[in-house]
């Protein structure tokens, strides 16, 4: 079992900057694909970045290339989220996830655990 813990959300102004940690618990950490999704009022929960096991292979969503950077500490178990340039569309909830078996997707379904959450707001 994998438990993902998040932290870093809260309340910006558009223009600023949040990072976002997710901690995760057991030993075989670095051997997983990690991802951030979002999931806004009334809408779907969709794929923002992911991030290889080894840190080597990275992918973005298309609205968040340039602006968010994922990174990994395996010594850490944990994995983050740097968010700059932050714009009201960017509010959500923001999860992470880890996928046990296979390397990065785009695809929630594809993900084995997940955590609970952390509130994103970005005012304008």
């Known amino acids: 079992q994998v438990q993902l813990v998040e932290s870093g959300g809260g309340l910006v102004q558009a223009g600023g900057s949040l990072r976002l940690s997710c901690a995760a618990s057991g030993r075989t950490f670095s051997s997983y694909a990690m991802g951030w999704f979002r999931q806004a009022p009334g809408k779907e929960r969709e794929f923002v970045a992911s991030i290889s096991w080894n840190g080597a292979i990275t992918d973005y969503a298309d609205s968040v290339k340039g602006r968010f950077t994922i990174s990994r500490a395996n010594a850490k178990n944990t994995v983050y989220l740097q968010m700059n340039s932050l714009k009201p569309e960017d509010t959500a909830v923001y999860y992470c996830?880890?996928?046990?078996?296979?390397?990065?997707?785009?695809?929630?379904?594809?993900?084995?655990?997940w955590g609970q959450g952390t509130q994103v707001t970005v005012s304008s």
């Open positions: 996830a880890a996928r046990t078996r296979g390397g990065t997707t785009v695809v929630p379904g594809r993900y084995d655990y």
